[in-house]
């Protein structure tokens, strides 16, 4: 994939080398090479280029311009809108030597009048300012003769009414242009949709913008979704994998939050709750707790999470399903944003879906209502398919991955096995649904073929279905899941008010034998089995040191524990074990300014540490893997060859997808997209075998008008009336046509 939308200028044009941006980066931050992106984008920032860079979070948003800042000579403006992420941008910045400010509402007047005096003697690189204040008159005047270099947007897509979170304060940013003429305008947001971003450019009067987008994929962070049977048991099996570690539980209702958090503490956890209807001192405190890691774990509300930069979140856990695939993206994305290992997991029931679509019954626009609707179906997409949970995310926002095993969510690791004679289980499950007339939902039919002795059930009589029973020994969360495979496979649909469970004609196949379903069965006690490289040469124990020593440095200088050292950086000061000063600057996020501060104590503990335990110390770095889990983007399907190598060869036998499904054990997901890299590679141009003629020329004619550069258009355009699979296979071949 192409990692931008549009060319970054030419830096070397003007005389401009992007090599000077990496002075800053080391000596400040101590990173030694650019994040996807950064480069090209603070080479924007260089050039007075408006821009706007879109990348996920934990991308490297903040040294987009921060870096430049450094780089040239005034005032850089940094629009923010919560005063939280301002003071900790201020602290961080402070922690690494940069003269750095904020103008807010809760500053006493001698802060503010501290601040002021800094700006007219020029000691400030960048101010923090919210909207409503920088649009100011007075606020203007002033800042005139303050030299102000470029205006940074944090959080842009706040200005934006499609956003997720529209800030009515950030639409007078639009004054920007009059009251700072000649200044150039960069907005950055992790906000994926193309209508927002379009509109973030309008609202700001962004001059000829230059683009970028980032991929979303966080390769760093692992993907699993459990049906929800047990859930504090489920919660609990998780917790146990991050002992003393950093996690936020997401529920979607307040009582929820507290009823989990007190479970859990009985459990002997300690967990705070969090939610909008706590008394605000309360809240601040769950949250304050959690910053400062007096409490590890916070169970939350969607309330909880716009404000907190905390890196080393390890786990984000929802305990039920969100609203839209955006929501999940934003909060489980705030794991890992250092870039080390974190586990997301939802747990997923169908009466989530139900419970949402109780609280949007009152959207009275029927075009929201519409939307949101349709935001709730691709969630429970996400978590019924048997796709790649990478691939699933980054393709709902338009990107694809071109790898086929990520190594990093539940599909992939094969914690689900397929089904030995999934036709047969399909078969039971199918048939049951039949003789209980196509009447009962999913509960219910897995309570038969439980063999449950249910009031209802014998009411019905349905005690005495052949099919009653038949499954008497999975268990029914298992038995559910199935039912949703068979769902998302087309196999059944649900219908009518209360989501009755209907047999489709190509479910009436598979009851004939002449189409086979991939059933997936969950694995017993897997345990998470995610990158452990990025712990490789570490020390362990030294690590846990380290934090304590970072818990003591963090009360004494009154900031979070992340702002002091990174958990990235803790791990490489455990690998590499420097004793000597001039070692303590190959390790990973300490520049000048923290050897300075931190140094003397850190080679003191390192040396007594590696003593007291006859461990060496000065190990070299080279031998290591890189601080953060970088998949090599976008291998080229070839690269992949031999994982494709089956596959290709049972297409090119003339097999059926259905049959390399069979053949394989694979989903029908996972041999559609093989089949796609073999229509690219092989430059195949007839794929009448895999897709029907009439369906192909639909689908050719929708790609003539509407192009594919994104499927899920198409599939909308096309009334959702042909598979994903259909359009992957047809566009490939439409992209063949057209690159001969
Ligand atoms: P975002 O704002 O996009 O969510 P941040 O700017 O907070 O991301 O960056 C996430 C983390 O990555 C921070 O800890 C930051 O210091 C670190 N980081 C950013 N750029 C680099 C880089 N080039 N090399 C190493 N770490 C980086
Ligand atoms: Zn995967």
Known sequence: MDNTESTPIDSASSGFSSEILLSPLLQYWGYRDFRPLQREAMTLVMHDQDSLVVLPTGGGKSLCYQVPAMCRNGLALVVSPLISLMKDQVDSLRSVGIPAACINSMQTNRDKLEVARQIRQHELKLLYIAPERLVQDKTIDFLRDAGVSFVAIDEAHCISQWGHDFRPEYRQLSRLRDAFPGISVHGYTATATEMV?????????????????????????????????????????????HKDESGVIYCISRRNVETTSTALNRLGFRTLPYHAGMADGDRKRSQESFIDETVQIIVATVAFGMGIDKSNVRF???????????????????????????????????????????????????????????????????????VCRHQQLVRHFGQTLEHTNCGACDICLQEMQPVTDSLIMGQKILSCVVRQGQRFGASYTAQVLRGSKGKRIVENGHDRLSTWGLLKDEPEPQIRNWIDQLLSQGFLRQTGEYNCLEVTDTGRRLLKGELIPALLRARDGVAAQTTDDLWSGVDRPLFEELRGLRTRLSVQKQVPPYIIFSDATLRDLARQRPTRPDGLNQVYGIGR???????????????????QHNLPGDVSAEAFMPQTIRRKPSARPTDNLAAATPYFDLFEQGLTIEEVCLQLDRSAGTVSQYLEKYIRVHQIDNIDRWVKPAIRERILQAIGQIG?????????????????????????????????
């Open 708 to 740: 594919n550069e994104r499927l899920k258009p198409l599939f909308e355009f096309l009334n959702s009336e042909v598979s994903y699979d259909d359009l992957r296979i047809v566009s490939a071949l439409w992209d063949i046509k057209h690159s001969q």
């Open 593 to 611: 300014q923290k050897v300075d501060e931190y140094g003397t104590v850190l080679l003191f503990t390192i040396r007594q540490w590696c003593e």
């Open 316 to 386: 984000v856990i929802h305990a039920e399903m969100p609203r839209s695939l955006e929501n999940y993206q934003q909060e489980s994305g705030r794991a890992g944003r250092d870039g080390l290992e974190a586990e997301c997991t939802l747990l997923y029931s169908a009466g989530d879906v139900d419970t949402w679509e109780y609280l949007m019954k009152d959207i009275e626009d029927p075009a929201v209502y519409a939307v949101s609707r349709e935001s709730l179906l691709s969630m429970q997409g996400y978590c019924i398919n048997t």
């Open 197 to 241: 971003r379009q509109d973030i450019a309008a609202q700001l009067q962004l001059r000829n913008p230059q683009i970028l987008v980032g991929s979303f994929d966080r390769p760093n962070l692992s993907y699993r979704v459990e049906r929800r049977s047990d859930a504090i048991g489920q919660i609990q099996r998780i917790l146990n994998r």
